[in-house]
């Protein structure tokens, strides 16, 4: 059964801190992972990797993915409180319709003042 | 540019009542999903349609039925509502091509008592 599977549930660090997501996947016919920041309503697009090794990044953030080792990192440096929220990360895959997503269960981040 | 608009926000239900959550994107998006979201789990896929007159079974599709009368709207119908479908549900769409990140609209909060 595909699965995607992220890292650690929940996260409280201060702000300033820099901080890690893990998000491994096990899906037939991999095409792309995407991570999406939700807050208190609709999930935000933040990425979407489909090459391994290559980073992508925006201001504070940034995400890797290692097709090797079916996992994809999110980086956040210097937090600050505006960045707590759940981070989701989805799997798509070829094959049914291409829009398809197998999302985990996210990951919490808290970041206190 | 409003994107995915979704109705209600909010919405009580009694057992065995039925309502429609009504989404609507305009973006000329082909493809368009629902979701439900549960405490501390991921967003599991209930329908999705790639087209007008076309729509499919995602992964929890028991309780729900779809329709995709145009490219715009794409309305999600509960019948004979039970208390576990309490949930947050998401409405999403994304082009016609792969590789496209999906966009979510704002979500509706359904509580079945």
């Known amino acids: 059964e595909d699965k995607v599977v992220q890292s650690p549930l929940s996260l409280v660090v201060h702000e300033g801190d820099t901080v890690t997501l893990n998000c491994s996947y096990e899906?037939?016919?991999?095409?792309?992972l995407l991570w999406y920041k939700q807050e208190k309503k609709a999930p935000t697009f933040l990425f979407m990797l489909?090459?391994?090794?290559i980073e992508k990044k925006s201001g504070r953030l940034s995400s890797i993915l290692d097709k090797k080792e079916l996992s994809s990192i999110l980086n956040i440096t210097a937090t600050q409180t505006g960045d707590s929220a759940i981070y989701l990360c989805a799997v798509g895959y070829y094959g049914g319709s291409q829009g398809n997503l197998i999302f985990g269960k996210g990951t919490k981040l808290s970041v206190k003042p | 540019n409003a994107g995915v608009t979704q109705t209600p926000k909010f919405r009580i239900l009694k057992i065995g009542q039925s309502m429609t959550l009504q989404c609507t994107q305009d973006m000329n998006h082909n493809y368009m999903y629902w979701y439900r979201q549960d405490p501390g789990m991921g967003l599991k896929l209930i329908y999705y349609s790639v087209g007008a007159g076309i729509t499919d079974k995602g992964e929890v599709p028991n309780g729900y039925n779809v329709s995709r009368s145009t490219t715009e709207d794409f309305p999600l119908r509960l019948e004979l509502a039970a208390p576990s479908q309490t949930s947050v549900y998401f409405c999403?769409?994304?082009?016609?091509?792969?590789?496209?990140?999906?966009?979510f609209g704002d979500g509706t909060r359904l509580s079945i008592l």
């Open positions: 489909t090459s391994s090794g």
């Open positions: 899906v037939t016919n991999f095409r792309s």
């Open positions: 999403a769409s994304s082009p016609d091509r792969s590789n496209q990140p999906q966009h």
